[in-house]
């Protein structure tokens, strides 16, 4: 029984696990070798409910952060804390709120599936109560290689633990933020310390901008056609005509005299935008075309002076 028991402390170590929904938070603390249930230190064993330093509560048995709305009538329960940035999706409850708005990066979400919200970027959560509107939780989802963030500011009431950055532990100068402007993979594990458990973020930076090659361009104009070069494979490329979208040519010439914006997305979330003008010009076929209607007035003047010389003659 004793060897039983020294060998399930032993394959008990740190490891992720995840939580309520699917939605992994990252967390590396001890967990039970048969349910996947975190093991919090004994102190906490006790309470089944743990106030946090935002005004949030930590439900131990659902591993879930429960915020109340202004006047204590109705709760939101959500998988992440206030100001928490993941890879993963959020789960959020909004059984016991009223009237709730979802916004991500300052637009009304309709229609949000807030079971499995998945889509990057910031978001906020606005819930009204007793006549009163207020920002209950905010929390950022970002991909797995971004370069959407330069800091962590880790939520009130955790404190940083390590910071690893492709593979070299850094020096901890402040434990509530991450510096995170330099580009390589970040593991970085962060405590809650009132209820004694572990998360981690596991993200690559990449802060460095697409390459956008434009051929033909002098001083931002051209006089003829210009042809974007070495289009990157993953790279999304916007593209607007005098203020109207138009489509990425097939192959990357672009010919219509006009106001261009072209705009290159990385897949970490990186732009570069170049603006420039193709000025009026005659290409082969327009060259051809003017030859044409040149020969067309020229025979029309001709036949004029013919005519009149005829009528003359009579």
């Given at each position: 029984m004793l060897a039983a028991k020294l060998l399930?402390?032993?394959?008990?170590?740190?490891?992720?696990?995840?939580?309520?929904?699917?939605?992994?938070?990252?967390?590396?603390?001890?967990?039970?070798?048969?349910?996947?249930?975190?093991?919090?230190?004994?102190?906490?064993?006790?309470?089944?409910?743990?106030?946090?330093?935002?005004?949030?509560?930590?439900?131990?048995?659902?591993?879930?952060?429960?915020?109340?709305?202004?006047?204590?009538?109705?709760?939101?329960?959500?998988?992440?804390?206030?100001?928490?940035?993941?890879?993963?999706?959020?789960?959020?409850?909004?059984?016991?709120?009223?009237?709730?708005?979802?916004?991500?990066?300052?637009?009304e979400v309709d229609d949000a599936l807030y079971s499995n919200i998945t889509d990057i970027g910031m978001y906020s959560l606005v819930v009204s109560g007793n006549d009163v509107s207020n920002q209950l939780l905010s929390f950022s989802i970002v991909p797995e290689v971004t370069g959407m963030i330069d800091s962590y500011k880790l939520p009130l009431g955790f404190d940083l633990q390590e910071v690893a950055v492709d593979g070299e532990i850094k020096t901890i100068d402040d434990v509530s933020k991450v510096d995170m402007t330099e580009d390589g993979e970040y593991l970085i594990t962060y405590r809650c310390n009132l209820t004694g458990i572990d998360y981690g973020l596991d993200v690559v930076i990449d802060h460095t901008p697409p390459t956008l090659t434009l051929e033909g361009l002098k001083d931002g104009r051209a006089g003829g056609p210009v042809t974007i070069k070495d289009p990157g494979?993953?790279?999304?490329?916007?593209?607007?005509?005098?203020?109207?979208?138009?489509?990425?040519?097939?192959?990357?010439?672009?010919?219509?005299?006009?106001?261009?914006?072209?705009?290159?997305?990385?897949?970490?979330?990186?732009?570069?935008?170049?603006?420039?003008?193709?000025?009026?010009?005659?290409?082969?076929?327009?060259?051809?075309?003017?030859?044409?209607?040149?020969?067309?007035?020229?025979?029309?003047?001709?036949?004029?002076?013919?005519?009149?010389?005829?009528?003359?003659?009579?």
């Amino acid at each position: 029984m004793l060897a039983a028991k020294l060998l399930s402390l032993l394959i008990a170590l740190p490891m992720s696990v995840s939580t309520v929904g699917g939605v992994d938070m990252g967390y590396e603390g001890e967990v039970d070798i048969y349910s996947g249930d975190p093991v919090e230190g004994e102190e906490y064993q006790e309470q089944q409910t743990i106030s946090l330093a935002d005004g949030g509560i930590y439900d131990r048995e659902s591993h879930m952060f429960v915020y109340t709305v202004s006047g204590g009538t109705s709760t939101v329960t959500s998988s992440v804390a206030d100001g928490m940035i993941t890879t993963s999706a959020v789960s959020i409850d909004l059984s016991g709120a009223g009237d709730a708005r979802l916004y991500l990066n300052g637009e009304e979400v309709d229609d949000a599936l807030y079971s499995n919200i998945t889509d990057i970027g910031m978001y906020s959560l606005v819930v009204s109560g007793n006549d009163v509107s207020n920002q209950l939780l905010s929390f950022s989802i970002v991909p797995e290689v971004t370069g959407m963030i330069d800091s962590y500011k880790l939520p009130l009431g955790f404190d940083l633990q390590e910071v690893a950055v492709d593979g070299e532990i850094k020096t901890i100068d402040d434990v509530s933020k991450v510096d995170m402007t330099e580009d390589g993979e970040y593991l970085i594990t962060y405590r809650c310390n009132l209820t004694g458990i572990d998360y981690g973020l596991d993200v690559v930076i990449d802060h460095t901008p697409p390459t956008l090659t434009l051929e033909g361009l002098k001083d931002g104009r051209a006089g003829g056609p210009v042809t974007i070069k070495d289009p990157g494979e993953d790279d999304k490329y916007s593209i607007t005509l005098n203020g109207e979208k138009l489509k990425y040519p097939s192959d990357g010439e672009l010919t219509q005299p006009g106001d261009y914006v072209v705009t290159v997305t990385d897949t970490a979330g990186n732009t570069v935008t170049e603006s420039f003008e193709i000025g009026f010009y005659l290409n082969s076929q327009g060259l051809w075309f003017g030859i044409l209607f040149l020969l067309v007035i020229v025979t029309a003047i001709g036949y004029m002076i013919w005519s009149r010389k005829k009528l003359r003659v009579r």
